[in-house]
């Protein structure tokens, strides 16, 4: 067990609202990842964080902001919510942030955008 | 950019026999690491094994172990006296020495017949 939670575990909200998840983890881990993943696509990186305030962009970052003002949160935050943001939103993180050090990921958001 | 690629969306095995699982990806460079995940229905992302691409000896973990071909970019992953809980998504993940993300091909959900 990693010590990864990630809230909400389900959401429904409609378009134009703003949405925010959070990812908690207990260990102080440097590297923390926020993925996507929809059918077809596997998972795909949205943004990553490499300490508190260092963050940077990932694949599919446009509409998602992200924010990790301490070691053990690292939030997400959909501005204005739409319906291509439905998806399943994962958490992970990586010990030592290595090239050979697997990510472990939490138990995922589901997010409905209606 | 890296992409990973599994070409079989399905498969299914008959419980105690083998089945191979397929993955290509397209790199131009030469130190990387390889893994499969296991994501059964609860969700979770769980790691079943990982190969170092300097090692030419191919990974092998229990029932699981994996074909890796550097000349060819393919990584299959063999798993040996199928079992019912065997039964979730499989995805084939790379991630460069040089870089921070980790790359999921599309995902191969795979069947287990009693």
């Known amino acids: 067990d990693a010590g990864i939670t990630q809230s909400p575990r389900h959401k429904v909200t409609e378009t134009g609202t703003p949405v925010t998840l959070r990812c908690h983890q207990t260990e102080n881990h440097r590297y923390m990842y926020w993925y996507r993943q929809d059918p077809g696509h596997g998972l795909r990186l949205i943004h990553y964080s490499y300490g508190v305030k260092d963050t940077d962009k990932g694949e599919v970052s446009d509409g998602y902001s992200v924010s990790r003002s301490k070691t053990e949160d690292f939030l997400l935050t959909l501005e204005s919510a739409t319906s291509s943001q439905t998806s399943v939103y994962f958490c992970?993180?990586?010990?030592?942030?290595?090239?050979?050090?697997?990510?472990?990921f939490g138990n995922g958001t589901r997010l409905t955008v209606t | 950019a890296q992409t990973v690629t599994q070409s079989q969306p399905e498969m299914s095995v008959q419980e105690a026999e083998t089945v191979t699982l397929s993955c290509t990806y397209d790199?131009?460079?030469?130190?990387?690491?390889l893994f499969w995940y296991k994501q059964p229905p609860s969700r979770q992302m769980i790691l079943v094994i990982r190969q170092e691409a300097y090692k030419q000896q191919n990974a092998t973990e229990n029932r699981f172990s994996v074909n890796f071909q550097k000349a060819a970019k393919s990584f299959s992953l063999k798993i040996s006296d199928s079992q019912l809980g065997d039964a979730a998504m499989y995805f084939c993940?790379?991630?460069?020495?040089?870089?921070?993300?980790?790359?999921f091909g599309g995902g191969t959900r795979l069947m287990v017949k009693p």
């Open positions: 790199t131009s460079e030469s130190d990387y690491y």
């Open positions: 993940a790379y991630r460069s020495n040089a870089g921070n993300m980790l790359t």
């Open positions: 992970a993180i990586s010990f030592t942030g290595q090239p050979n050090s697997p990510l472990h």
